[in-house]
């Protein structure tokens, strides 16, 4: 008798088991042929050579599935093993609109206009600023056009940065060592990445250095190859920093900075480097820009008259 040994690394098995191994059993029905035994985190499969590659082939679709779309439940199951084609089960992508799938499936869209034209932008550029107020989405749609990316294997991984630099508070006063001292200023950036990526991933991503996320000053000396790097609040970074940042780009990398000029939280008389920037890079050729405004406010109706309220007394354009 054949043996078939499958170790899933990719996946947590207890998501692709089932709960009480039901998505095993359902296998099982459907290769009544062969001995199937799931334990830790293989898959043993027991019969004849013909049955045994078809079943192999089967498991590395459902894989795929998973891998793509973070979703295992007897309907993707069934929709893959009765199948002829890839195109037979794939989920279909609706208006084009879907950037990534999240957490059970979850699709994850450009919602706004300008959204999509962030999208499109980083689809044409290798480097893209996107500059906006609270709540337009920079930051989440620049995470999740990195997780596409590492998913279809465009990157090797991604890296998210930010400068320590929040509302005149001062590192030294938190508790706690330096990576405590830093997480509360990344908080933004694993709340996006949780919406799309299970768990034990990614804190098996962020182990392997996969994903990195650390504030600016650590880029400082890399060279950032096979990378989707997002500057996140970049209207705190100073001159120095940015151009810093900017000269890390290596080769097969993408580059998206996004910031809010009118949340400036440097000492006065120091110029923001994101402001500075969108002029000095303005024409060019490669350097995408897109200005996201109220419009494109996704958080509670109250932020967008927030920000209206704001503009009128800081006349900020």
Known sequence: MNELIIELTEISPRDFFGLENANID??????????????????????????????DKRITMLLEQVAKYNKLDENVIERVLLSRTKDDYETPAG?????????SGKPIKAQTANQRKLVALMTKNDMVFAVGPAGTGKTYTGVALAVRALKDKAVKRIILTRPAVEAGENLGFLPGDLKEKLDPYMQPLYDALRDMIPAEKLASHIENGII??????????????????????????????????????????????TGDPGQIDLPRRITSGLKEA????????????????????????????????????????
């Open 212 to 257: 990195q996320i650390a504030p600016l000053a650590f880029m400082r000396g890399r060279t950032l190859d096979n990378a989707f790097v997002i500057l996140d609040e970049a209207q705190n970074t100073t001159h120095a920093q940015m151009k810093m940042f900017l000269t890390r780009m290596g080769k097969n990398a993408k580059f998206m900075i």
């Open 26 to 55: 359902l296998l099982k029905k459907y290769f009544p042929k062969l001995k199937i035994v799931a334990r830790g985190n293989k898959i043993k499969a027991y019969g004849d050579e013909e049955v045994l590659e078809e079943f």
């Open 95 to 103: 208006s084009g609109e879907v950037i990534v799938h999240g957490l």
């Open 278 to 317: 969108l002029l000095v890079l303005k024409d060019v050729k490669g350097v995408g820009m897109i200005h996201l405004d109220d419009k494109d406010v996704i958080r509670h109706r109250l932020v967008k008259e927030v920000i209206a309220a704001y503009k009128k007394i800081e006349n900020v354009e």
